[in-house]
Structure formats: structure tokens, C-alpha cells
């Protein structure tokens, strides 16, 4: 699979609905620290594919789903389980802390 791209009217189906973890970058295309992230996140989706979906939400475009989900920086990485967000990084990250994220997730 490969990374969704998340709308409004997506969401619920791919994020909140899903039986795996999904790992959402919230991102803007202005965002340098953002497009910086970006090919890390292409390297997580190939790395943990089959174990989790990877989604991104381009907050100018969907600027409702950053507001209920009160995204106020970006980047944003979010990790949900069963339809709860259950790990929130903010700001550019190491590739090493994010997949940290992931496997906590994982083994949860």
C-alpha cells in the first residue's frame, strides 16, 4: 500500500476505521522542516508495510481535520490504534525516534 493521501472525507475509513496503526504526517507544502520530513516518512511506509498504513494531510487542504485533531505546528506526526491517537511528535524528528513510535505501537 502506499501512503494515502487523507481527506475529510476519507478519514474516518482510513484512519478511524482501520485494523492496523496508521501514522499520519500533518504537513503544508510552504513547510520546510515538513518537505525535509517527507522523504522519511516515504522510508517508513516501505519499511513497516503491511504492519501499519502511513497518511498524510496537507493542512491547507484539509484545514477541518487539523482543527478537530488541534494541530498547531507542523510537522505533526500522529500514530492512532483503534481509532485513538495514541502517540503525538511535533517538529522535525529523527527517522530513529519516529520508528521508536511505531514499534511502542506495534507491541501494544
Not at 481527506?7 to 504537513?27: G, K, N, R, S
Not at 508495510?49 to 484539509?62: A, L, P, T
Request: glycine share 4%.
Amino acid at each position: 500500500m502506499a501512503i494515502l493521501h487523507i481527506t475529510d472525507q476519507t478519514f474516518e475509513e482510513e484512519v478511524m476505521q482501520a485494523t492496523v496503526p496508521v501514522l499520519i504526517d500533518y504537513w503544508a507544502e510552504w513547510c520546510g522542516p515538513c518537505r525535509m520530513l517527507s522523504p522519511t516518512i516515504e522510508e517508513l511506509e516501505q519499511e513497516y508495510r503491511g504492519k501499519i498504513h502511513v497518511g498524510k494531510i496537507n493542512i491547507d487542504e484539509q484545514p477541518t481535520l487539523a482543527l478537530i485533531h488541534k494541530v498547531m505546528s507542523i510537522p505533526t506526526v500522529s500514530i492512532y490504534l483503534h481509532g485513538k491517537e495514541v502517540k503525538r511528535l511535533i517538529g522535525l524528528r529523527e527517522k530513529s525516534e519516529l520508528a521508536e513510535a511505531i514499534q511502542e505501537v506495534l507491541k501494544a
